[in-house]
């Protein structure tokens, strides 16, 4: 049996966009793969590489959790501190390469990158409900009540901290 060599490296968020839009946004127009903080200095877009082919990913934001969950994350000014949260967001691995060790490759990669600019803050995002025991193994915790995202059906939030 061969192994197949996986790399983790930082793509362009254009490199996002159609797996995103296949995994996370099927019934949704293209440009709705397109997030707000996409090109924000401090986000981060990893890829994860199998035999050189793409096949998952997962962007990081430094944003802050809102209260009311159906209301999309608050963009901070430059002038302004980094808020002490960061948001995983477009986590998303090709139907080829599940269960391989993909999915905690890129959420170990997103969470080291937010610990080199935060080290006493949050991780959060938003989940479908039936990913919370996935992300669950990688410690992050369920609060809040269960909620609509846009057309993308029920959600949860969960969070963890960053190593510090």
């Known amino acids: 049996m061969t192994e197949l060599t996986t790399s983790i490296c930082r793509i362009e968020s254009a490199d996002t966009h159609i797996i995103r839009h296949r995994i996370l946004r099927p019934n949704q127009d293209l440009s709705d793969s397109i997030y707000p903080l996409d090109d924000a200095?401090?986000?981060l877009h990893a890829g994860c590489f199998m035999a050189g082919d793409l096949?998952?990913?997962?962007?990081?934001?430094?944003?802050?959790?809102?209260?009311?969950?159906?209301?999309?994350?608050?963009?901070?000014?430059?002038?302004?501190?980094?808020?002490?949260?960061w948001r995983l967001r477009g986590l998303a691995v090709v139907q080829t390469a599940r269960g391989m060790g993909v999915g905690r490759l890129l959420i170990n990669a997103v969470i080291d990158h937010a610990s080199l600019y935060q080290k006493d803050g949050t991780i959060?995002?938003?989940?479908?409900?039936d990913a919370i025991d996935y992300l669950h193994k990688y410690g992050f915790e369920a609060s809040g009540a269960v909620f609509e995202n846009e057309s993308l059906g029920p959600h949860r939030i969960m969070s963890r901290d960053l190593p510090g």
């Open 41 to 43: 200095p401090q986000t």
């Open 55 to 85: 096949v998952g990913i997962a962007s990081v934001f430094n944003e802050l959790k809102i209260k009311d969950a159906s209301v999309q994350g608050t963009k901070i000014a430059s002038d302004q501190e980094p808020p002490p949260e």
């Open 124 to 129: 959060w995002c938003k989940v479908r409900l």
